[in-house]
């Protein structure tokens, strides 16, 4: 299930570039956590869930830090924010059996003018689309 879920590195720069959307999962710099919500919580939600929790402790070992934890984002859910808020429209098309390329198309731009290809596998075009994408920004 790890694989349907962005790299916790990316998710961070997506928190930083206004991504709020509800999760019901968190992940750590470790990766995806047994933590669940529900309902769904929000990145925001969690950074004041975090501070209650920590204003509730006593043992310093145990106090986390405001960034450690995040709501886990879906690959999907990552796509269609940058078709929402960017008008960044992403396809992954497979070239061959062994090849794989991404597109990436502003609005009123012809398909084809931000590309790469040659990756062996679907998730290596799908990973390195999403860091084109968050690079553009």
């Known amino acids: 299930m790890e694989k349907e879920y962005i790299p916790f590195k990316q998710t961070v ?6 991504y709020n959307e509800p999760s019901i999962i968190s992940i750590t710099r470790k990766g995806l956590t047994e ?4 309902p769904a919580v929000t990145n925001s939600e969690i950074i004041r869930l ?7 402790r006593r ?6 830090k405001k960034k450690d934890m995040l709501a886990a984002v879906l690959y ?11 008008k960044l429209h992403s396809t992954i098309t497979s070239i061959s059996q062994e ?3 991404f ?9 084809g003018e931000l590309y790469e290809e040659d990756f062996y596998n679907y998730e290596e075009a799908e990973f390195a689309c999403l860091k084109r994408l968050i690079k553009l920004i």
């Open 13 to 18: 720069k997506l928190q930083k570039m206004g």
């Open 35 to 38: 933590e669940t919500w529900n």
């Open 50 to 56: 975090t501070k209650e929790c920590n204003d509730n």
């Open 59 to 64: 043992d310093n070992d145990l106090v986390l």
């Open 76 to 86: 999907q859910q990552a796509f269609r924010w940058f078709r929402e808020k960017y």
């Open 99 to 101: 090849s794989w390329q």
């Open 103 to 111: 597109h990436i198309t502003k609005q009123g731009q012809k398909l």
